[in-house]
Antibody, heavy 119, light 107 residues
Framework: QVQLVQSGAEVKKPGSSVKVSCKTS????????ITWVRQAPGQGLEWMGR????????NSAQKFQGRVTFTADKSTNTAYMEMSSLRFEDTAVYYC????????????WGQGTLVTVSS | EIVVTQSPAILSVSPGETVILSCRAS??????LAWYQQKPGQSPRLLIY???TGATGLPARFSGSGSGTEFTLTISSLQSEDLAVYYC?????????FGQGTKVEIK
């Protein structure tokens, strides 16, 4: 059974950075893409980017390029999303999700990590 | 960037009714479309992928159809536990994009 467990809630100051982890279990880590999606309060889902750990291939939405870094540690089956230069509007729940067996849709989701940017 | 548009934004229905949600892509995405359900306070859950293939354990009342630019999610005989926001997402091109969601309310 595939499970994704994310790190806990964070409160950060504007201009600082945050790193969210996503530990996976079940399945074969690395062979499937890990996608990051965020959801601002009361808003819809926003696709941020995806990494395929075994290949090191990354794709991200243009608005996050240069400010967000996706990494993965195959030794611990953990993916990471790090965002720098945080702004108030980055306050959101951040989700990680793993690809399905037969395509790059998000079949398995983490529980979400609330990142609050506040002065 | 492919724009994905869902309609309607809000749907208010009675239990037992059939619900049809629409999703339109701004260009041809073949059948590279997924539907997700998000209940209040929960993570999204995959319902449908490849436009019409149900995820494991999906109740039979949920079905998806379409190809190219027009897609639908049908919920037959709506149950009270189907109260949720439903999102479609294209995974044909980068960046992947979501529709803005359809909120299904129970009358």
């Amino acid at each position: 059974q595939v499970q994704l467990v994310q790190s806990g809630a964070e409160v950060k100051k504007p201009g600082s950075s945050v790193k969210v982890s996503c530990k996976t279990s079940g399945g074969t880590f690395g062979s499937y893409g890990i996608t990051w999606v965020r959801q601002a309060p009361g808003q819809g889902l926003e696709w941020m980017g995806r990494i395929i750990p075994i290949l090191g291939i990354k794709n991200s939405a243009q608005k996050f390029q240069g400010r967000v870094t996706f990494t993965a540690d195959k030794s611990t089956n953990t993916a990471y999303m790090e965002m720098s230069s945080l702004r108030f509007e980055d306050t959101a729940v951040y989700y990680c999700a793993r690809d399905g067996v037969s395509g790059p849709y998000s079949a398995y989701w983490g529980q979400g990590t609330l990142v609050t940017v506040s002065s | 960037e492919i724009v994905v548009t869902q309609s309607p934004a809000i749907l208010s229905v009675s239990p037992g009714e059939t619900v049809i949600l629409s999703c339109r892509a701004s260009q041809n995405i073949r059948r590279d479309l997924a539907w997700y359900q998000q209940k209040p306070g929960q993570s999204p859950r995959l319902l449908i992928y490849a436009a019409s293939t149900g995820a494991t354990g999906l109740p039979a009342r949920f079905s998806g159809s379409g190809s190219g630019t027009e897609f639908t999610l049908t919920i037959s005989s709506l149950q009270s536990e189907d109260l949720a926001v439903y999102y479609c997402q294209q995974y044909n091109n980068w960046p992947r994009t979501f529709g803005q969601g359809t909120k299904v309310e129970i009358k």
